[in-house]
């Protein structure tokens, strides 16, 4: 049972490339998510969806789109990468009523945009 | 808006001794959930205690407690009998009891020595 994937786990953009951060569960799970975790900071939220068909903004959304290809699967794109997107990127997923609990992360994709 | 504070960037303790990470937050909501995760240097999120707002009881899970002060909005965890696999990050984190997002504090990186 592999849990949440994350692909790739390492990548050096530069400044304007584009790339495709990839997310996939196989616990059946309803909601994904995807975080960033900058130096001294907690996570923060940059996109979610809470089923399959949907998507909405996080906390911090700007220069990215995401694309939830199908009940296991979540992607997150970089259409221009920035300097400051460089972080590391989670992906967590949680099935229906849990009431809070039942996330389960990804190992996480660390970014640097040079 | 939701924010938490941890106010011990850095905390020490011997092996098999007992300590206390700090967590305050600021919510105007009534229902919500508290939670500890545990960030080892290899990147994964690992839930480590959770508790609901509308018990009074403090959660336990083993070694690990909270004390949670709603009026004071405080949630600290203790470890006690620390041992050395507990050496990781933990983040404090508060979620809306309807909501999808996580707000995380900054952080406390605990080592533990021998």
């Known amino acids: 049972n592999a849990g949440v994937t994350q692909t790739p786990k390492f990548q050096v953009l530069k400044t304007g490339q584009s790339m495709t951060l990839q997310c996939a569960q196989d616990m059946n799970h309803n909601s994904m998510y995807w975080y960033r975790q900058d130096p001294g900071m907690g996570l923060r939220l940059i996109y979610y969806?809470?089923?399959?068909?949907?998507?909405d903004k996080g906390e911090v959304p700007n220069g990215y789109n995401v694309s939830r290809l199908n009940k296991r699967e979540f992607s997150l794109r970089l259409e221009s990468a920035a300097p400051s997107q460089t972080s590391v990127y989670f992906c967590a997923s949680r099935p229906r009523g849990t009431g809070g609990g039942g996330y389960t992360f990804g190992s996480g994709t660390r970014l640097t945009v040079v | 808006a939701q924010t938490v504070t941890q106010s011990q960037p850095e905390m020490s303790v011997q092996e098999a001794e007992t300590v206390t990470l700090s967590c305050t937050y600021d919510?105007?909501?009534?229902?919500?959930?508290l939670f500890w995760y545990k960030q080892p240097p290899s990147r994964q999120m690992i839930l480590v205690i959770r508790?609901?707002?509308?018990?009074?009881q403090n959660a336990t899970e083993n070694r690990f407690s909270v004390n949670f002060q709603k009026a004071a909005k405080s949630f600290s965890l203790k470890i006690s009998d620390s041992q050395l696999g507990d050496t990781a990050m933990y983040f404090c984190a508060f979620m809306k009891q309807t909501g999808n997002q996580f707000y995380f504090g900054t952080g406390t990186s605990l080592t533990v020595i021998p």
């Open positions: 508790q609901e707002a509308y018990k009074q």
């Open positions: 969806s809470a089923s399959e068909g949907t998507t």
């Open positions: 919510t105007s909501e009534s229902n919500y959930y």
